[in-house]
């Protein structure tokens, strides 16, 4: 493996009137944020170093030659990372990682990608989507609409290119990104123009020790730093944020969405018509004229809504762009109609909760593709939904017991299934005319499968076999 080495420098950071000092950058994890945070480092003039203990994939492996960035891969050199000003950690690695301790016991700054890419956004504003559920559609039609209006916008984070890798390449007059508990969890600075909340439900506990209370408040990070010139996009239907809402002092804007009330400012569905109402502007549109169906996507649509509003983008629009935007790859994703039988993919459904809105939106008798890596869950929350719409489970997994253990009174049929062909033929033959077999695993895909992409396309292919 080549190595390259380069003189290091200071660079002199300020934000808020504080200076940052950084010299020697490492970037644990040589995955897209860790590259991007490479990328943009290097055009900076740190002296930058990447570790990754897995083996580095070859299109990132490409990039770090070109761009001359020293790199090692399938190990840590504990030793040199330790000696570090400052470390970018990848939003995969968690905090009970040994290297990440020690790098804590040393005091060394450990930051994320977003923090990172914040120093250099220059005068650009941010939208930032988090909630555990509805992120990627939410941030995917609020970029639409920015699109549909012509703004100077790119959609970054979860979805696409790093927030880093865009400012190094291609910088914008706005980004709008996708943001997870974990990118959240190493910021200091990070502050978003636009925050939007979707919902917090119970997810990912495994990284914040089992306690809720920690997940809760790493969401609520997003909102920590804006002030009085900031907006805070949130729904008040959700009692896990306005109960953790009270116990905060907040300095930002607040626009809350709801079904269930009228709100002065923020949006609201009454009557079947969304009212969104930004100072004295007023958005008005019946919900079906939506293009997203379901009362999660209801949720979802007020909230690129009224971030579309505080940008200043028109009105006709905002409604154009909500009425023709067409839903994501693997998140309630029609495949097709096959002997009568409609195929949905919602494979990037990697916990209950998102297994429960895609359950909620069905309106046909449904088979159920279940399974995978569990993290936790509690089948409880959707044994209502299933009972009243799923006509049998196919659990695609390696370890069923707990699906099969939990289901075995409430469905009549449940068959196991070790790949996506395999499910899809079983769920084929026990479908009707008038049925939907649905793809919403509940639970992360790494048994089976490379990532929740991976399980859509051999599920989708599998279908097009039938």
């Not at 492996?61 to 891969?73: G, P």
């Not at 696409?160 to 959240?184: C, H, N, T, W």
């Not at 997003?222 to 944020?241: G, K, R």
């Amino acid at each position: 493996m080549d190595h390259y080495y380069f003189t290091s420098c200071c660079i002199n950071i300020n934000i808020k009137d504080k200076i940052i000092v950084a010299k020697k950058l490492v970037i644990l994890g040589a995955g897209e944020s860790g590259i991007g945070t490479a990328l943009l480092a290097k055009q900076k003039g740190y002296d930058v170093f990447v570790s990754d203990a897995s083996v580095i994939k070859a299109i990132y492996l490409k990039e770090l030659e070109q761009n001359e960035i020293e790199f090692e891969s399938g190990s840590h050199s504990v030793e040199r990372i330790l000696q570090a000003d400052e470390v970018m950690k990848s939003p995969g690695i968690p905090e009970k990682n040994e290297l990440v301790k020690a790098i804590r016991a040393k005091g060394i700054p450990i930051i994320s990608e977003i923090e990172f890419g914040y120093r250099y956004k220059g005068e650009s504003k941010i939208a930032a989507i988090t909630g555990s559920n509805g992120k990627s559609t939410t941030t995917a039609l609020l970029y639409h609409i920015c699109k549909i209006a012509e703004e100077d916008v790119a959609m970054v984070g979860n979805i696409g290119y790093s927030f880093a890798r865009q400012i190094a390449i291609d910088p914008k007059a706005l980004y709008v990104i996708e943001i997870s508990s974990f990118q959240l969890d190493d910021i200091q600075y990070f502050k978003p123009d636009i925050a939007i909340l979707l919902n917090i439900t119970e997810d990912h506990l495994d990284r914040y020790n089992y306690q809720f209370e920690n997940y809760i408040k790493s969401k609520f990070r997003v909102i920590e730093n804006q002030t009085a010139l900031d907006y805070f996009i949130y729904c008040i239907d959700d009692e896990v944020i306005v109960k953790h809402l009270e116990l905060l002092t907040t300095n930002t804007n607040p626009l809350p969405f709801s079904m269930k009330q009228e709100v002065k400012k923020g949006a609201y569905i009454k009557n079947d018509q969304m009212m969104i109402k930004i100072q004295e502007e007023r958005v008005t549109m019946s919900i079906y004229d939506f293009a997203l169906k379901g009362k999660h996507n209801a949720y979802n649509t007020m909230a690129a809504s009224i971030a579309a509003s505080t940008l200043g983008i028109r009105k006709e629009k905002i409604r154009e762009a909500v009425s023709n935007f067409h839903s994501l790859e693997h998140r309630m994703e029609f495949v097709a109609t096959v002997r009568g039988v409609d195929f949905i993919n919602d494979s990037k459904a990697t916990n209950v909760n998102s297994t429960w809105y895609a359950l909620e939106s069905m309106q046909k008798p449904t088979v159920l593709i279940l399974g995978g890596v569990d993290k936790g869950n509690d089948y409880e929350l959707i044994a209502d939904l299933v009972k009243e719409k799923v006509k049998a489970i196919i659990c695609m997994g390696t370890d069923n017991k707990k699906i099969i253990e939990f289901f075995k009174d409430k469905v009549a049929n449940i068959v196991e299934a070790p790949s996506a062909k395999s499910a899809v033929d079983a769920s084929f033959e026990l479908a009707e005319k008038g049925d939907v077999v649905l793809l919403s695993p509940a639970c992360a895909s790494f048994d089976l499968f490379k990532n929740y992409e991976d399980r859509g396309c051999q599920f989708k292919e599998s279908v097009k076999e039938l």
